[in-house]
């Protein structure tokens, strides 16, 4: 039984959140690695693909688009990649040792990470809480 349609969503962006602080974790951890450089994962086009997967009405093809005024404004789309993918977080200065994990920019990626773990966790459990309101109310109906 589907408690909803975002359920699956969010499950599958607390999967890709967890991966995402492992990631960010390892580049800490080899802070002081030589040549180390730190990577980092991109899984929006698949979350993309998962919401569009989920919210898709083929009855209802209305899309909301960017409003223009004039023709040469941009038109507000962004090609994603195609899948989920590692890649080298570069950018930043290397020390002399060729290692370029920036501290500062790890616990800021992991606080951002954090911050929307527990977002949808929340969102988790307030749906889960609607669910068991929904089933005491109809037991006490009965």
Same mark, same amino acid.
């Given at each position: ?38 990577? &980092? ?48 977080? &570069? ?52």
């Amino acid at each position: 039984m589907e408690i909803s349609k975002a359920h699956d969503f969010m499950v599958s962006a607390l999967d890709n959140r967890a991966i995402r602080q492992k990631m960010i974790s390892s580049n800490i951890s080899n802070i002081d690695t030589p040549f180390y450089r730190p990577r &980092d994962i991109a899984f929006e086009k698949v979350l993309s693909d998962e919401v569009a997967k989920t919210f898709d009405n083929e009855n209802n093809n209305d899309e909301l688009t960017l409003a223009r005024s004039n023709y040469q404004h941009i038109n507000g789309e962004y090609d994603y990649p195609e899948n989920s993918t590692m890649f080298f977080r &570069d950018g930043h200065a290397s020390r002399n040792d060729g290692n370029s994990v920036d501290l500062d920019v790890e616990t800021t990626e992991m606080g951002k990470n954090s911050m929307m773990y527990k977002a949808v966790t929340s969102s988790l459990r307030k749906e889960s809480n609607i669910f068991r309101a929904v089933i005491a109310a109809s037991e006490k109906i009965s």
